[in-house]
């Protein structure tokens, strides 16, 4: 399933600018890749040391040693719409789990199809449920939510 493009509110453009600013005082438009780390968690964004490191390799790829604001807005937009994503994903998956067990079972699904109004045949029950609980344990985890979302 393809996703429209993200675009980010001006208020968190604002805060990635600001971050990445902490580490360009001089507002050069560049950072060094050591002081990734540091304006990611500025925005909040917690990562590990090899985390950090995989990004700054990737957005300096041109190997001249600095790590440019418009690179740094481009990753950070990509990963603001994968929270935004999960975000949603999580809402829809707690919406299912009516008993909030973190698990979806049979009746849970057919009740909140039911309750929006959604009248489909046991057979088209069956073969939903089963198209979601991906690991055939009886019931739909979050796991099997978000991969049959991915597929």
């Not at 600018?17 to 990734?36: K, M, V, Y």
Request: proline share 2%; hydrophobic share 30%; with cysteine.
């Amino acid at each position: 399933m393809e996703h429209p493009e993200y675009t980010l509110s001006r208020d968190d453009l604002e805060d990635i600018n600001e971050a990445f600013a902490l580490c360009d005082p001089e507002r050069t438009g560049r950072i060094s890749p050591e002081d990734l780390g540091t304006v990611m968690s500025a925005l909040g964004q917690n990562h590990t040391e090899s985390e950090i490191y995989r990004y700054s390799e990737g957005l300096d790829e041109m190997g001249n040693g600095f790590i440019t604001l418009k690179d740094f807005v481009d990753l950070m937009t990509k990963m603001y719409k994968l929270m935004d994503q999960t975000d949603y994903l999580k809402a829809a998956f707690n919406t299912f789990d009516i008993d909030k067990d973190g698990l979806i079972s049979y009746s849970e699904l057919r009740a909140t199809f039911y309750s929006l109004g959604d009248r489909m045949t046991d057979e088209e029950y069956d073969k939903l449920f089963r198209q979601f609980d991906t690991d055939n344990d009886g019931f739909i985890d979050w796991h099997d939510f978000y991969n049959a979302y991915k597929s």
